[in-house]
């Protein structure tokens, strides 16, 4: 099988490019080769910044594969979490320098997880955000851990709970990302360059204690969401929200 994440390395700069047709959604084994991916990053001396960017036109992320959940057990969806949630969050983490995501397309649930576990998120002007899990009866659980933190309260809830899209123009101003430019990767890669020629030791150390500070509780939360999202995603109203996507009709909500 052809892979679906294509890694190359230059001027100190691991570039990692989603490609898995036609969304970049994740399977397990998608996941584990991003994962992999910038565990390659992080073991490798010559790499000082990493950007992550898509190679399928006008799409980052749209977040995980549905069949992952419907009619999956609870076990199968915790074993995707796990990777999603926690292994992703653990190896961004401890990467040991920047991670730059390049959203130059739709960023939709799990696609939003990606990008948010960089250091930072430059966006496109085709860019767009949204977090759709609460139209499909799922919680986004792991944003509930963060998103407030970096918006505050009353527009964390709004984008949250009505599930709608935003563009960059709106995330930029929300401090949601870092920077908006007219085509994301290049503002990316340049932003890397910079970075790529400071200290790798002074960014490394001074990396650690940002993210100390910055996710102070962030672990427990995450171990959390984790829980919450199994609890959910097996229900019967989760079911049928999955169905109801797919089948392109609207979802006939059990009662109780």
């Not at 570039?15 to 036609?22: C, D, F, H, M, V």
């Not at 998120?121 to 970096?150: K, T, V």
């Not at 709608?164 to 995330?171: C, I, L, M, N």
Request: hydrophobic share 50%; aromatic share 8%.
């Amino acid at each position: 099988m052809a892979p679906h994440v294509h890694y190359t390395v230059s001027d100190h700069i691991a570039s990692i490019r989603l490609a898995r047709p036609p969304l970049n959604a994740f399977s397990i084994a998608f996941l584990d080769e991003i994962i992999a991916a910038l565990r390659r990053a992080a073991a490798d001396a010559e790499v000082r910044v990493v950007v992550l960017s898509s190679d399928i036109p006008k799409m980052f992320c749209a977040g995980l594969d549905l069949d992952i959940i419907l009619g999956s057990s609870e076990e199968t969806v915790r074993a995707f979490l796990n990777r999603l949630y926690i292994e992703l969050w653990e190896v961004q983490r401890t990467l040991g320098k920047p991670s730059i995501a390049a959203v130059d397309g739709a960023a939709r649930g799990g696609g939003m997880t990606l990008a948010i576990s960089c250091d930072m998120i430059i966006a496109g002007e085709q860019a767009s955000f949204g977090y759709p899990e609460i139209n499909l009866a799922l919680p986004p659980a792991i944003h509930f851990a963060h998103l407030h933190r970096i918006i505050g309260r009353y527009r964390a809830f709004d984008l949250l709970f009505t599930a709608r899209s935003f563009s960059a123009r709106e995330a930029l101003n929300l401090g949601l990302v870092s920077r908006a430019a007219p085509t994301a990767l290049p503002e990316a890669t340049e932003a890397a360059r910079v970075l790529a020629q400071k200290s790798p030791a002074a960014i490394a150390f001074s990396r650690a204690a940002f993210h100390r500070e910055a996710d102070r509780d962030y672990t427990d939360a995450v171990a959390r969401a984790v829980d919450d999202f199994c609890a959910l995603a097996v229900s019967p109203h989760a079911q049928e929200g999955l169905r109801a996507f797919l089948e392109k009709r609207n979802p006939d909500w059990p009662v109780g």
